[in-house]
């Protein structure tokens, strides 16, 4: 079993180009073991002048926190996965709550943006997870499974290896509310099996599912010690360095 504990912040619509420069480098001066990987998933316009300032401290690596599901053509204001891939981007956020909630992504289009991203050699953080009135009724490993097979499960298993999988229930988006850690670890082992049944072993044992929603420096470690969770998506706590530094040190 290699696989990878990752500590990754979701900046969202968050940071002026300064005040980005100033998080990022913090976060990158702080040394991690090599088993760690650290992830800024950070506004497009912040990519390439970010990937300049961290390019020597290379532990760090950059996300965008979308992309198309085309490469190229008549449409104004997105970005593509072969731009992104252009620019040397290695990871790419897909399916955040906000956008499936927001700006409409079906399952469908999910599994559009996962082929192109994976085509363009993108690397992926797929993001699922259940609304409350869903959890309230019970029905919440149902759910993110259909999300896992609607949008994810017709990869190979050489391609589930470029895929991150972040559980993000969206009851504990941004509202404080955190999933426990025992009804993280439910969801995590759940998803762990459903890819055990699809694929085989090495690919389930392989693949880092991080647990996102409300994650700080005070419940981080606990939570990134249970055994199937390997680590967090981090949207709020990712802005304030130090609170980031310590979530990243709650894997020691
Ligand atoms: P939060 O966001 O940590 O602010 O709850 C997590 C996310 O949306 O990825």
Request: a positive charge; aromatic letters at 6%.
């Amino acid at each position: 079993m290699n696989r990878k504990n990752i500590a990754a912040g979701n900046w969202k619509m968050n940071t002026t180009i300064d005040e980005g420069i100033a998080l990022a480098s913090r976060i990158s001066e702080f040394k991690r073991d090599l088993n760690n990987l650290v992830i800024l998933a950070v506004p497009f316009i912040h990519l390439t002048t970010l990937q300049k300032k961290i390019k020597s401290r290379s532990k760090v690596l950059l996300a965008a926190q979308n992309c198309h599901h085309k490469n190229s053509g008549a449409y104004t204001g997105e970005i593509s996965p072969t731009q992104l891939a252009s620019m040397k981007i290695p990871y790419v956020i897909i399916g955040h709550s906000e956008r499936r909630e927001h700006n409409n992504e079906t399952n469908d289009i999910l599994k559009l943006k996962v082929r192109a991203a994976l085509d363009a050699g993108l690397k992926i953080i797929f993001c699922c997870g259940e609304p409350l009135e869903i959890r309230r009724a019970s029905k919440h490993i149902l759910h993110v499974k259909n999300q896992l097979v609607e949008s994810l499960f017709e990869l190979s298993p050489s391609e589930m290896k470029n895929i991150v999988i972040a559980y993000e229930p969206i009851w504990a988006i941004g509202t404080g509310e955190t999933a426990s850690p025992q009804q993280a670890q439910e969801m995590h082992a759940a998803i762990r099996q459903m890819i055990l049944s699809k694929y085989n072993k090495r690919t389930s044992d392989n693949i880092s599912i991080l647990y996102g929603g409300s994650v700080k420096a005070s419940n981080a470690k606990e939570i990134f010690g249970q055994p199937d969770v390997d680590g967090g998506l981090v949207g709020g706590a990712s802005l304030n360095a130090d609170e980031f530094i310590q979530i990243i040190n709650g894997f020691e």
